[in-house]
């Protein structure tokens, strides 16, 4: 058994975990560990700011399914990570967070850079560990990763003190994860509940799926397709839920909640069976919620127990991982199909008919009048670019709205947004992360003006790894999201939302030896962004939108998800129930 | 409309797990009534028992809230149960003269004992269901000012009702301090 430092049994022990990137800042207590990766093949990508290392961590674990790992020393280089280890919660997204502590001598003494990383990330993570003792740490790094993609994914922070990553230790490279006693993981479902399920399913005349971020973990994406081509049901998705569903598929009708399609929202409170797998019944999807699928008994399938019940009482709860859970529903659809199926199958082709005609009725829509350049027109050219096939990552606010609105997805994992927590910042450091993992594929990160300002430091990232990111930034001059509310609900009095003095892009860009450059006018908008594309590094293109516009379909805050805002001084849509 | 939850559960003995559990209540503004918690027959699991104040609709979900910690092994609500709940209270009562002997004797009646004697107090030691302590505590604060260290509720589920699972005596139980 070889004798190494701790820092050294660290970094052995990511790389024995699969790690490929360490997204990082180093400092003080951490320096054993650069000294290490100073000759180390695992590669560190130095990011420019802690909070863009957990959003770059994310970034690749968003693109891969494999954790993201992310490192920064004590103290003020812990409590950065804090906001990317949040919202990797919140999304359910794997990544391990390592952090440095002041040596053992000096905790809770208020010693230079400390910090209680133990504490402060304890509500941060699904996990967290202080590794005081140089036997545990090899363990205590598998345990990490093994808990941040187990079951219902998340960040698990891992903070050592500086005389543990100093000190030597046996390593043996073999070492195995002592069972964990707490951690239990429930993935196949109990058949009696899938048998419920079936029979719920069955006796639906107006099923309705509803699909969310569990799809994606859990690689299901194959399995939800089939169940609803199985079911003949609508399928609508959450804004993690994008992808799940390839967009062009017939039975795919958008996102449903606040700025949800006509066809998800009118459908979901129609229908008569709501199927959500995956989801969490977040307020941002079932607004007022004794007004949510108001005829409908649900069937709601999650890997975590404590989601079922939670906001929504499920009349059938399966707790399993989705893609197991699934391939048993299938399976037992496909054997009744021809017996239980046909009972109904009326009544749902009619419902499915219904669900399609609103669709092609009710699309997304703008005003495409007007001589700025509309940023729905801009999102329409970037879903062109992409065809359906780039990663594309967001920030927070009305660009993340359009994005979702109107770019195609033919896969999963090609679409990041900060969903939960809703972090502006998070789209340029992801992109950073995105185009690590999958350096063939087009990465386009789309952010605001608002949200690129707080993400701008990664252009340096960008510039020095030469990593060919598209930047678009939808630039409406000020902080849309917060503006469209004080137009509809603050009687139009605008306060601090004026984003002023945004640097000139390409100048921007210059300085930092990448290319760059700004568009205002409708007509010059495909030479621009072709410019851009055609570019091989990196490129930050400034596209200067109409600042008054705002996101549509809209359900006001604690509204019905029925009483949405179709289009700007419109009435609000009323549902005709059984119609 | 909060109610008064009990909780029992078992944890590993490792650091954090009481932050945890902790945590998940106080992040919801929940108020911790009391708390107790001590190392069972096998040393590395600890019983845990909590009293909280808990919104009716939210009991179900903060079980299965702590139940998923990766340190907790399972949580129960005995709130509606009939489990066995005890408390233990040290009582420092200050009287002096002819009352002492009066006090004794009410003492008796609620099986509390003398611990520590001096010419002007009394400390008794008493064990029981919160609602014993607080009567007795109703009837001695009438000779004098008392002092009071309570231990907090502790629960434990009658056989054929306990859910949790039951450690099982380790050597190392004795060894350990």
Redesign the interface.
Known sequence: MATLSGAQILIESLAREGAEFVFGYPGGVTLPVYDVLYSHPLRHVLVRHEQNAAFAAQGYARATGKAGVCMATSGPGATNLTTGLVDALMDSIPVVAITGQVPQALIGRDAFQEADT??IS??AT???Y?VKDIGELAQTIHEAFY?ATSGRPGPVLVDITKDVLIAAGPYSGTQRMEP????RLKCEPDEESVERAVEFLWNADRPYIYAGGGVISSGASAELVRCSELLEAPLAHTVMGLGAMPTGHPNFISMLGMHGSYAANMGVTECDALVGIGVRFDDRVTGRLDRFAPNAKVLHVDI???EI??NRRADVGVVGDAKAVLRRLNARLEETRATLGRERRGARLAWMERIRRMKREHPFVYDRSGGDIKPQALMEKLDAISGGEAIVTVDVGQHQMWAAQYLRFNRPRLWQSSSGLGSMGFGVPAAVGAKFACPDRTVISIVGDGGFMMSMPELGTIATNRLPVKIIVMNNNTLGMVRQWQELFYDKRYSEVAIESFPDASLLAAAFGISGGSVTQPDDLDAALEHAFAEPGPYLLNVQVTPEECVYPMVPAGGAVDEMILQPDAEPAEAVVGD | MTVHQLISLLVENKPGALMRVAGVLTSRGYNIESLTVARTLDPTLSAMTIVAQVGEQGRDLLIKQISRLVNVIKAVDLTDSRAVRRELALIKVYVEGDKRSSLLREAEIFRARVVDASPKAYTLEVTGSPDKLNALIGLLHAYGPIEMVRSGAMAMARAKQNKLPVPRYSEAYLSEP
């Open positions: 133990f504490g304890r509500s699904k996990h967290n202080l808990i964990l006693r707490g951690y975590d127990a404590a019940n939670k």
